[in-house]
């Protein structure tokens, strides 16, 4: 009698341990796929279990990432400078890597998260599958929660702002349910620090200032922690140049070294902005040495007062705070070590990367991490504490000259066709560089392109195959030039509607160019046949955009009133043109706004033959109102002056157009053997 529950109990630990041993997280991307088909069957009760499990799944990848590689680095140490023992150390550290890491979450596979996909995760996108679903499921107070972590990520959705004043009116739905769900614990902390002080209440915020320092410093670790992954080459291409040992391990480095020094600018990032709080880090320091002195605590506030002038060495206001400071007192102080440990760090990887940089040819240039806002004047020499100002200011931000800043910006020129017509202009679009045609193409060839449309995208907007990129109440399709010359080709669509694609693109190109009256030639960066379907039963209460407002060519920061020419931006796109083929569908308005994002500027309703071209920068930024019933096609086209950047698949459609004129093969594609390669 007493055999079977030792070996009931030995068996039940080796059932666990196999399940513990054959354990895989399921890949984040593939869940919220399977979230994204479910959202487009309406299936909202998988939508919502995928759609968290993916975020679940997103989380522990990276907490996994971060505690092995700190485990690692803990148990096998840089503490000899012997080439031997480094390497050792290293091969031993990505041994224990490689355990934890599937020891935590699974046997390792070739699957790769795509970076795409990773920026979605980073911009909050299934939090906006989640709000709709947990709408249709009733569930309001679910809804409110991540309506508000999307909102926060994305400032500039104007409808998810107006969706969350709606939901604010919603009978069960409560203040608290306007959580954000991936606040970062040292900007949360520090914020509600911030409230506290400005109501006076400076004990309570010295609290949370403390806290918010205590958590931004742990941060500063993870952050430094996930740099130590794969790293992406921009300046070298590994598959040409060859490397000796030395060199391939002191460009990785370099890489490394400048993600953690890009820590300091991340951590004071807000979600959803471009550029950081300005003086983020000492401005704890600020605010906490005037808390402690409103509180009496002089000591506390001379030691903060000194910690700042480590990161302001010299700065008036501080340095008469830290006199009085000492006078109250009768000594000195010392400022914290953590901060003293930290800048030291920081000085140091300035130095290697300056080294580094100049050793793979690459510039490094520091920014300026630790601006102030200035002394401040106290005539009653009593220590004076800051206002609450913080501004978002760039750091090291590229602002590039395109071609297009070097030509003097007119506009006016020749329209080069008889029928097409001009009906606004710059003046009447209440804008710069805008224009709307009419009568571009006729109805017969609007028709012609909207078949080839049907029978030529794919499923995706062609943009690496997303189904609904920029709203999942819409499913979008696409295709390019060469797809439809290369179908038609092959007998599958008529060569002929092919080659009308081919030559309205080129059509709207020369009126782009002769009317902006540029001097020199505009070319191709991309082009493509798109149609945006609003999709049944998702279009009740719906209030977001077809297609958020954005620049062609640069980050839009509606907050900062700026535009940052600057990756993953396309930042050599100088001109941008719309060609519409129908205006059969409710909504779908193509606005231009002002920098804000909010602001309509103008509003231009599509239909057949109508064309709206712009120029690509900050100061045209435009969007898509939804599209709720119906589908709205178009030719969509983006121009460069740089011939570096010309579309690749454009200039191998021109090839194919040249081969078959000299074959005099347009009217007899269907006798084209389609087994045949293009």
């Known amino acids: 009698m007493d055999v079977n529950p030792k070996i009931y109990g030995f068996l039940t630990c080796i059932l666990q341990a196999l399940l513990l041993s054959s354990a895989t997280l399921e890949p984040f991307d593939l869940l919220f796929d399977n979230g994204v088909e479910a959202f487009q069957k309406g299936d909202y009760g998988n939508v919502v279990r995928y759609m968290e499990s993916a975020l679940n799944s997103f989380s522990e990848v990276r907490q996994t990432k971060i505690s092995c590689r700190l485990k690692c680095r803990d148990q096998h140490r840089f503490d000899s400078l012997l080439t031997d023992k480094f390497f050792e150390v290293i091969l031993y550290r990505a041994h224990c890597l490689n355990e934890c890491f599937e020891g935590k979450l699974g046997a390792q596979s070739m699957h790769k998260v ?38 926060q990520a994305n400032p500039e959705h104007v409808e998810m702002g107006e969706d969350l004043e709606q939901y604010k009116a919603q009978k069960g739905v409560k203040e608290e349910h306007f959580i954000d769900r991936e606040s970062r614990p040292h900007q949360r902390a520090f914020f509600a620090g911030v409230k506290l002080y400005d109501k006076g209440n400076y004990e309570a915020s010295v609290t949370l200032f403390e806290e918010a320092l205590t958590e931004y410093y742990r941060a500063d670790v993870e952050c ?31 890489q490394v070294l400048h993600c953690e020094h890009e820590c300091v600018r991340d951590l004071a990032t807000r979600p959803g902005r471009l550029s950081p709080m300005e003086n983020y880090l000492p401005l704890h320091y600020d605010y906490l040495q005037f808390a402690y002195f409103q509180a009496g605590r002089n000591e506390e506030a001379l030691e903060c007062a000194l910690t700042y002038l480590l990161f302001h060495e010299g700065e008036e206001f501080m340095t008469e705070n830290v006199e009085y400071y000492r006078e109250v007192l009768g000594h000195d102080g010392q400022p914290r070590k953590e901060a ?38 106290d005539a009653n020499r009593i220590p004076s504490g800051t206002d609450g100002w913080m501004d978002y200011v760039p750091i090291s931000a590229k602002r590039n000259v395109t071609m297009s800043m070097l030509q003097e910006l007119r506009e006016g020129g020749p329209l080069l066709y008889d029928n ?23 109805e017969d060839q609007c028709s012609e392109l909207k078949f080839l449309a049907h029978s030529v995208t794919a499923a995706g907007d062609g943009y690496k195959g997303k189904m609904s990129p920029h709203t999942p109440n819409e499913k979008f399709e ?8 290369r179908y038609g080709y092959e007998g599958r669509v008529p060569l002929k509607s092919a080659r009308l694609f081919y030559d309205v693109s080129e059509k709207a190109r020369r009126i782009i160019e002769s009317y902006f009256m540029l001097n020199s030639t505009l070319h191709f960066s991309y082009t493509h046949l798109v149609c945006r379907t609003a999709i049944s039963g998702q279009q ?10 954005h620049a062609d060519n640069c980050l839009l920061d509606p907050e900062a009133n700026e535009c940052w020419k600057e990756p993953p931006a396309y930042t050599y796109r100088d001109y941008s043109a719309l060609l519409y083929l129908n205006g059969d569908f409710d909504g779908g308005e193509f606005i231009f706004t002002e920098m804000d994002a909010k602001t309509v500027t103008a509003s231009v ?20 109102r939804a599209v709720t019933r119906g589908q709205r096609c178009a030719v969509a086209l983006w121009f460069t002056l740089d011939p570096l950047y010309r579309e690749l698949e454009r200039l191998q459609a021109d090839e194919v157009v040249q081969t078959l004129d000299n074959q005099n093969m347009w009217d007899h594609g269907l006798q084209i053997n389609p087994k045949d390669e293009l």
Not at 422 to 431: A, E, F, K, P
Not at 540 to 549: K, Q, T, W
Request: hydrophobic share 30%; glycine share 8%.
């Open 605 to 624: 309703k599509p239909r057949c033959g109508r064309m709206v071209g712009f120029s690509s920068g900050g100061e045209n930024p435009h969007g898509v």
């Open 420 to 442: 097409v017509r001009l009906v606004q202009n710059s003046h009447t679009l209440n804008g710069s560089q805008r224009v709307l045609f009419d009568d571009v193409i006729s």
């Open 114 to 151: 795509s970076e795409d996909v990773i920026q979605d995760f980073n911009r909050r996108i299934p939090y906006n599958y989640l709000q709709l679903a947990y709408r249709k499921l009733g569930q309001l107070d679910k809804a409110a929660s991540a309506a508000h972590t999307y909102f």
């Open 340 to 377: 003293e440990q930290y800048l030291r760090r920081h000085k140091q990887e300035s130095d290697l990367l300056l080294i580094g940089s100049n050793n793979i040819g690459v510039t490094y240039t520091e920014g300026n991490y630790w601006s102030s806002s200035g002394g401040r004047e």
């Open 224 to 254: 430094r922690a996930l740099c130590e992954g794969p790293q992406h080459f921009e300046e070298q291409d590994h598959v040409l140049y060859k490397y000796n040992l030395y060199e391939l391990i002191s460009d990785h480095y370099t």
């Open 540 to 549: 009740d209460y719906r209030n977001d955009l077809s297609h958020p407002i």
């Open 478 to 485: 696409g295709a390019t030039v060469l797809k439809t010359l």
